[in-house]
C-alpha cells in the first residue's frame, strides 16, 4: 500500500510562496505517477500538478508559470512550490498517488489527508 503525507500550507499574502510536501511511504516502486489537487469550498476537485516517474511534469492552466512541481526522491517526496500566490489558490491542496495494485491488478489512487493554504491580505 501507499501512504501519504503532506506538510506545509498555511496562511500566505497575496503575492507570497508557499512550498508544499508530500512524503510517501509504502511501495513506493509501485507508484507511476504524483499530482497535487485543489479543493476550494463549493467546488470540484481540481488538478494542478502531475509529474511521472520519469520526471514529466504538467500544470494546470491557472497555476502555469507561478507553480513548479519537483521529486525529491532520496526522500520519497513531491514538492509544490507555489509563487505569485493570488487569493483564488484558497484551498485544501491533496497529493495523489497512482500506482499499481498487483493484487488487483489494476491502478490504484492514493490520497494524503489535504494541506490549507490560504491567500488573503
Known amino acids: 500500500q501507499v501512504h501519504l503525507v503532506e506538510s506545509g500550507g498555511g496562511l500566505v499574502q497575496p503575492g507570497g510562496s508557499l512550498r508544499l510536501s508530500c512524503a510517501a511511504s509504502g511501495s513506493i516502486f509501485s507508484i507511476n505517477a504524483t499530482g497535487w489537487y485543489r479543493q476550494a469550498p463549493g467546488k470540484q476537485r481540481e488538478l494542478v500538478a502531475f509529474?511521472?516517474?520519469?520526471?514529466?511534469?504538467n500544470y494546470a492552466d491557472s497555476v502555469k508559470g507561478r507553480f513548479t512541481i519537483s521529486r525529491e526522491i532520496a526522500k520519497n517526496t513531491v514538492h509544490l512550490q507555489m509563487n505569485s500566490l493570488k487569493p483564488e489558490d484558497t484551498a485544501v491542496y491533496y497529493c495523489n498517488a497512482d500506482f499499481w495494485d498487483g493484487a488487483s491488478f489494476r491502478y490504484l489512487d492514493a490520497w494524503g489527508q489535504g494541506t490549507l493554504v490560504t491567500v488573503s491580505s
Open positions: 509529474i511521472t516517474k520519469v520526471g514529466r511534469t
